[in-house]
């Protein structure tokens, strides 16, 4: 997927240089023809600006002092304004000469639109559902004056944000998957318990993909898909979609594709998809907002937005709150910038967040965290996915972006198995069968857990024994700060249908090996053991190598159906800061 990458540099050979360059940048400078989304703004963000003192002295050259003294709002009109400035400064999402205004009333929305033509202002695209506008100028002067004339207690004005694909791992400031990091390849379904013919899964249910769009493909044979294009030219005109402008069809591939070497995980579901990104990966907060009430509109069950962005908007966040009105799903990607911070609309209350895990469930370090898993969100492949690509082929898909369709897919394939279970009943039901991962307990960076499809579809079929070693937890600083700092946290976890009695736990935590017996673990539940480790050696090496491996009694227990997870081995990483 091509980038666009908009950088103004200002040169920094004293103030009023500086000043100068960035006026210039600010108000003059051409630019080529760009791809955008419902109207003719531009989608670039100011990067590397001049300091707030500088932008303020610009804008109230042009709009502070020009705004009409007459005029009833003017003092509402500035502080708007105040609060562009900061956000152009501060967020690099934030797309300039541009806002969106939302209005309380349908009359006051109604009025404000009536009164455009006596303005110079730009229409770009308007909301009936949200009472929102977005609109675009040339001067802030114009719209100073027209915030001006509107009364504070029925209008909120906000940015417009840029809203883009998330970097894929290894480009620009985004990091790798880490050492040691495995590739599902063509083994994710069976990884999520998935096996045998499940043709019939997502059979009844609709999930809107809010993506690049969905180019024909083998994987979709038979599908009809129902496609809302909102990507336009300069002129309002609709653009062609590039034949390398594949991200679309590969999320929708992993939801319901159906072909025997593209299966989806819900290969019956309806697609409904939404064109929203441009062919360079861009669209914006408004245009998103805009389709997730026309998807909830349109009967969606689920909404997958493989997106992402740093500005947090009000309209999104109103939109989100809509679509959940109406019991629409929606599963977004946390990013892939290897933050502790989750973009939005991830971050949203109301969305659920998605991390991406390796084929050993292991965290990826690309994959955002954050606040918004452990409230709700849980981990998902991601790295080395075969999925669909235009022109008939297919790739190796890594990031959040094909971590959340696994979601979305999974909570379809639950719904269709569950005749008349909600979208929110059947991820609750994901969450709460999750494989339990890094910290005990929920989680930033593993939310409730990994995917686990196969342990939803058979929970209520008995007879399944499977122990598993599902985490080995230390975090240095943590354990140094509580005073644990020779302890590890061992979690072997239930994941079959029948209780487990006397477990043989084989710990090496660098400090020798230990041999635990656990007496009895409930299905589904899990037992933590406090395992001694050798944090000394760990810092003196900068690493230690540590294992477990969980074994049934024979005697007392039936075999083990998964054996393959009753081990788990991994490194743990002692950064300089760790030490005393």
Do not use: C
């Not at 308007?126 to 509107?150: I, P």
């Not at 064109?275 to 009430?293: C, K, Q």
């Not at 689920?302 to 992402?308: A, D, E, F, P």
């Not at 069968?433 to 686990?452: C, F, I, K, M, T």
């Amino acid at each position: 997927m091509k980038q666009k990458t908009t950088i103004y540099t200002v040169a920094a050979a004293g103030a009023v240089l500086a000043l100068l360059v960035f006026l210039y940048l600010f108000y003059y400078a051409p630019r080529g023809d760009r791809l955008i989304v419902e109207g003719a703004g531009e989608l670039d963000p100011i990067e590397n600006s001049d300091s707030l003192a500088d932008l303020e002295r610009v804008m109230r050259s042009g709009a502070d002092e020009d705004v009409d003294e007459r005029l009833p709002f003017r003092g509402f009109a500035n502080r708007v304004i105040r609060r562009m400035l900061e956000a152009l400064l501060s967020d690099p999402s934030a797309i300039r000469k541009e806002a969106v205004l939302t209005f309380n009333s349908d009359e006051a929305y109604q009025r404000f639109l009536n009164s455009l033509g006596g303005r110079n202002l730009r229409l770009l695209g308007s909301s009936d559902s949200l009472r929102s506008v977005r609109l675009g100028f040339d001067r802030y002067e114009d719209f100073a004056n027209a915030l001006a004339t509107l009364d504070p207690n029925e209008t909120s004005s906000e940015m417009n944000y840029l809203v883009s694909l998330p970097l894929p791992p290894e480009h620009r400031n985004s990091p790798g998957a880490g050492s040691g990091a495995i590739p599902f390849g063509r083994n994710a379904l069976e990884s999520l318990g998935i096996s045998g013919d499940h043709s019939a899964f997502g059979r009844g249910v609709l999930v809107a993909v809010l993506d690049s769009g969905i180019q024909d493909h083998v994987a979709f044979s038979g599908k009809v898909i129902r496609e809302l294009d909102y990507v336009r030219d300069g002129n309002g005109k609709p653009v062609p979609i590039d034949i390398d402008n594949g991200h679309g069809t590969a999320v929708a591939s992993i939801i319901a594709g159906s072909d025997p070497l593209l299966p989806g995980v819900a290969p019956s579901a309806g697609l409904l998809s939404y064109r929203i990104l441009d062919n360079e990966g861009y669209t914006n907060s408004f245009t998103l907002a805009e389709a997730i009430v026309s998807a909830a509109d349109e009967g969606a069950d689920i909404i997958n937005v493989s997106l992402g962005s740093t500005g947090d908007s009000a309209l999104v966040r109103q939109a989100v709150d809509y679509a959940n009105s109406k019991g629409a799903l929606i599963v977004a990607a946390t990013g892939n910038d290897g933050l502790d911070q989750v973009t939005y609309p991830a971050a949203i209350d109301g969305v659920i967040a998605v991390s991406a895990v390796d084929a050993r469930g292991q965290h990826l370090d690309f994959a955002n965290s954050g606040a918004s898993l452990e409230s709700g969100g849980m981990a998902a492949p991601g790295y080395g996915v075969v999925a669909a690509w235009p022109d008939g082929q297919a790739s190796n898909f890594s990031g959040t972006s094909a971590s959340a369709p696994y979601v979305s897919g999974a909570v379809a394939a639950v719904m269709s198995e569950n005749p008349g279970m909600s979208a929110q009943a059947a991820y609750e039901l994901l969450m709460v069968h999750s494989n339990e991962a890094g910290a005990p307990g929920s989680d930033d960076v593993y939310g409730s857990g990994n995917l686990n499809i196969g342990r939803v579809l058979n929970r209520n079929s008995p007879g399944i024994v499977d122990v598993a070693v599902a985490s080995y937890y230390y975090d240095p600083l943590l354990a140094l700060s509580n005073g644990t700092e020779n302890i590890a946290q061992v979690i072997v976890e239930n994941r079959g249908t029948e209780p487990l009695h006397n477990v043989s736990v084989d710990i090496n935590s660098g400090d020798g090996a230990r041999t635990y017996n656990v007496a009895f673990i409930p299905a589904g539940e899990s037992y933590l053991i406090p395992a001694p480790i050798n944090a000394a050696a760990g810092r003196s090496a900068g690493q230690l190598e540590v294992s477990a491996t969980a074994s049934v009694n024979p005697g007392l227990n039936d075999p083990d159906l998964n054996p393959g997870d009753n081990s788990l081995s991994t490194r743990i990483e002692f950064r300089e800061e760790s030490a005393p």
